[in-house]
């Protein structure tokens, strides 16, 4: 088996038994300002550490509330974020999705997509009309080749991880436009071998892109993704206590891990609890935490 990716946090990493499983889905769930994408980001950046390239991380937010991921990654980090937005795409979006180019200045890489960009906008089937349903669906194909140019830039250049955040909460993961979008990107894109990838990205120029293909293989069973989702629930018991449906993506993570707030005597605090780790056994306790300059940093009982 492959060496388990850190989650950049030690204590973590005890307790999943040596870290997470690369190949598989992790999912990250709790309440807004709990820290996960604290969490996500020392997750990324204990890539460079690990497989000598940084994770990326897609932004589905729709809210117009940011993410704050480049202050974060500056700030815990020193890790100036790439974004897509850099000279090395602007005015050249054409070339870079269908030529050479994706295989050009790859050390140089965006590592960040803001995917959506949709501020404010409503991401529930509860909450929008069937209008505005398909308004989605179409906004979303449209996006579909920027996506794919992104995670696949990022995978020819070495990257193995990667984040995916923004996701609202929804009663149910069917109802949501964002874990719509996330269920393709993670079917038919994350786990999707890299010739094939590479044919939906190059279309009729693949066979002429065949060669550089192949000189940039990279193994799917290798890719890591950490969804980060928010939930309703604040409280860490009423986390636990969620019932999961079945089929739902999050019933299909390989891993699940609930972040939220505890009493402690008069006080409230930040605990998270592995509700689901397969691969390894997993100790039943809750764990207190407390977010740092640094990121987050576990208080495991002795």
């Not at 897509?84 to 050479?100: H, I, K, R």
């Not at 140089?108 to 069937?130: F, H, I, K, P, W």
């Amino acid at each position: 088996m492959s060496a388990r990716h850190s989650t950049g946090i030690p204590e973590l990493d005890q307790l999943l038994g040596g870290g997470l499983i690369p190949g598989t889905l992790t999912v990250i769930l709790g309440a807004t300002g709990i820290g996960k994408t604290q969490l996500g980001i020392q997750f990324a950046d204990a890539g460079i550490h690990q497989e000598g390239a940084p994770g990326c991380i897609a932004d589905l937010t729709t809210r117009g509330d940011s993410q704050n991921h480049l202050a974060y990654a500056a700030r815990m980090r020193d890790w100036q974020l790439k974004t897509t937005d850099s000279a090395e795409e602007n005015g050249s979006s054409e070339n870079l999705l269908y030529g050479e180019k994706v295989f050009e200045n790859l050390e140089d890489r965006a590592q960040y997509l803001n995917l959506l960009e949709m501020t404010g906008r409503r991401v529930t089937r509860e909450s929008t009309t069937a209008e505005e349903w398909q308004d989605w669906k179409a906004e979303w194909n449209h996006r579909l080749e920027r996506a794919i140019a992104f995670f696949y830039r990022n995978f020819v250049g070495g990257t193995r991880r990667c984040v995916i955040d923004g996701i609202e909460p929804a009663a149910r993961s069917a109802d949501s436009q964002q874990f719509e979008m996330f269920s393709y990107i993670y079917h038919q894109v994350l786990r999707k071998d890299h010739d094939w990838l590479a044919r939906d990205l190059f279309r009729i120029r693949y066979r002429e892109l065949e060669p550089l293909v192949m000189q940039h293989a990279y193994e799917k069973s290798q890719i890591s993704c950490l969804l980060l989702a928010t939930s309703h629930e604040v409280m860490l018991e009423d986390l636990i206590r969620r019932p999961i449906a079945t089929g739902d993506e999050l019933s299909n993570a390989n891993t699940i891990i609930l972040m939220g707030k505890i009493h402690e005597g008069t006080r409230m605090s930040r605990a998270l609890y592995v509700a689901k780790h397969r691969g390894s056994p997993c100790e039943e306790s809750i764990v207190p935490y407390t977010i740092t300059e640094s990121g987050l940093k576990l208080h495991p009982s002795s």
